[in-house]
């Protein structure tokens, strides 16, 4: 049995084109209707994306943009962070956390993950200065940190909240959605992410009117929505074709995410007996509601196993090059974390996305005991 779905079944760690083939002819159809209407930038299908996404997430605000880099950049600009102040972010997360904080000119200052691989809320007020004017938590993985004790200590100490939500549209915690807890939260689509375009994009959440406004100028050429200018801004809009395509896609959301957090009960169900591994939670557990953007393991002789699923045409992937952002020392963002390095060096991340089948994960299962038996 086992032998069988070795040498058939190719298990990429994420398959590209599916995302495409699976709605191949919606999609055909979307790129005709746009295109022949001649409807590239700033038209109807951004603003009903951009109403559509603001509802799913129980918001009163999403806007378009380029890509989740831009958005946190967009962001913390808009929220009055400034060059010299210090944010503090999660070691354990995406470079682009640090560098939206470096291009506005602020300092990244980086603070140990817990175990659940999210910033360790125990160890961010002291890192806290008379400098410090934001708290920017990655909402890692498809699911959310422990927001409360975060939430308390930005008013405690009366520090802004901006949630790197790029990769948890649809994450909740204690029933509220990602990206929507402080000034404003991001969002990529990038393409492997759990709402993926076919391209660059991104999106911002916000409540806060105010945040808005300053948003919505500084993503096109500072300019109000009359058209004159107002301020200093960017372009950094999201294109008309990829924001029509991702509200064809928001309908299905609920869909795709219901796929991963199956994909995740099945490695959950079939793996959580192995002593070498340390698992993800699993979906239901609880204050969270996990989208499972990656289904991130820490694996003993990690390296090994990723070589001999490998060999048998299983993909993972070791995120970021197997470093937290303070380890890429041209960066310039030192620290000393024993748990992001221990837990890093033993990161791997298994397939996961909404069109792999059972039969596909059920071959990882089998070759992930086969390795530890
Ligand atoms: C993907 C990602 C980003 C950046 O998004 P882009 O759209 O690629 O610019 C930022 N932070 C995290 C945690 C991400 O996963």
Redesign the pocket.
């Known amino acids: 049995m086992i032998t069988k779905l070795k040498s058939k079944i190719n298990v990429p760690f994420f398959d590209y084109p599916s995302v495409f083939k699976e709605y191949e002819n919606e999609l055909a159809c979307i790129f005709n209707d746009v295109c022949s209407k001649g409807a590239y930038i700033l038209q109807e299908e951004l603003s009903s994306f951009e109403k559509n996404l603001a509802h799913y997430s129980k918001c009163k605000y999403a806007l378009g943009v ?7 950049i967009i962001a913390l600009r808009a929220a009055g962070v400034k060059p010299g102040d210090e944010v503090v972010f999660c070691t354990h ?5 640090a560098a ?1 904080i470096h291009f506005v000119g602020a300092i990244p200052i980086p603070v140990e993950c817990g175990s659940d691989h999210m910033i360790d809320v125990t160890k961010i007020e002291q890192v806290i200065t008379s400098k410090t004017t934001a708290i920017m938590p ?3 993985n498809g699911r959310c940190c422990d927001m409360d004790p975060i939430m308390d200590l930005c008013k405690k100490r009366d520090l802004l909240l901006i949630e ?4 948890a549209l649809g994450a909740t915690y204690k029933g509220q959605y990602a990206g929507t807890f402080g000034a404003a939260g ?1 969002i ?3 393409p ?2 759990t709402l993926g375009c076919f391209g ?3 999106a911002i959440l916000t409540n806060d009117d105010d945040m808005y406004q300053k948003m919505f100028e500084l993503r096109d050429h500072g300019r109000n929505q009359d058209g004159d200018v107002v301020s200093w801004g960017l372009n950094s809009r999201l294109d008309n074709l990829q924001a029509a395509i991702l509200d064809f896609k928001l309908n299905h959301y609920d869909e795709f995410v219901r796929k991963r957090r199956n994909i995740a009960s099945l490695y959950h169900g079939n793996l959580s007996g192995i002593k070498e591994l340390i698992l993800p939670p699993q979906p239901d557990e609880g204050d969270r509601f996990d989208v499972f ?1 990656n289904y991130e393991i820490e694996a003993e002789r990690r390296d090994e196993l990723k070589d001999y699923l490998k060999q048998n045409n299983v993909g993972t992937i070791i995120q970021w090059a197997g470093k937290c952002v303070h380890q890429f020392e041209n960066l310039n963002i030192s620290g000393n974390f024993p748990f992001s390095e221990k837990m890093i060096s033993q990161s791997l991340l298994l397939p996961m996305f909404p069109t792999l089948t059972d039969e596909q994960v059920f071959k990882v299962i089998e070759l992930v005991k086969e390795f530890y038996q």
């Open positions: 380029a890509n989740g880099t831009d958005a946190l997360t995406y470079v682009a956390t939206a990655t909402q890692l790197d939500a790029a990769q991001t990529s689509f990038y492997a992410k660059d994009g991104g953007q």
